[in-house]
């Protein structure tokens, strides 16, 4: 049975359906469904991140991977520690901007993020949580093995 999420806006720009959608969890029948704590730290996420940087280029946001339940998220190869089963972290790309480009613009912006990393020149990994730790980190790929190297 598929659970669906009511239409729900977290910003002008960005629903609940979009930030908790995933591709493995329908294929496995899994009810990626956050709680009320994870909703508003999605909403959190998209205030405080994903808004002003949607606003700042001018062109979509594409989440690949926001919220995941703990099945979802271990289903998936996800850290056990990872924020996206809190609802604090997106990963995204954006039309007509490289990966590099957006990247650079986050950092630009000074964004009160948590973590961004900017993952194999692929997608962006960005958090947002209190007490951000403005941590920078590029994840790449030597001989098959990832390569993270920290920026800041």
Not at 84 to 111: M, N, R
Request: glycine share 6%; aromatic share 10%; proline share 4%.
């Amino acid at each position: 049975m598929k659970l669906i999420l009511p239409v729900q806006n977290l910003t002008e720009h960005f629903t609940l359906a979009e930030l908790t959608f995933s591709d493995y969890a329908i294929r496995h029948g899994i009810s990626n469904i956050p709680d009320v704590k994870q909703i508003e730290a999605l909403r959190d996420l998209c205030v405080m991140i994903l808004e002003p940087l949607r606003l700042a280029i001018n062109r979509p946001i594409i989440s690949i991977s926001g919220f995941r339940c703990e099945r979802v998220n271990k289903g998936v190869g996800g850290n056990k520690f990872s924020q996206h089963h809190l609802g604090q972290a997106d990963d995204f790309y954006a039309k007509g901007i490289t990966i590099e480009e957006l990247f650079q613009v986050i950092q630009e912006l000074k964004l009160p993020f948590d973590q961004l990393i900017q993952e194999y020149d692929r997608w962006i990994h960005c958090s947002y949580r209190l007490n951000p730790r403005g941590e920078v980190w590029r994840y790449t790929k030597k001989y098959g093995k990832t390569v993270k190297t920290k920026i800041k």
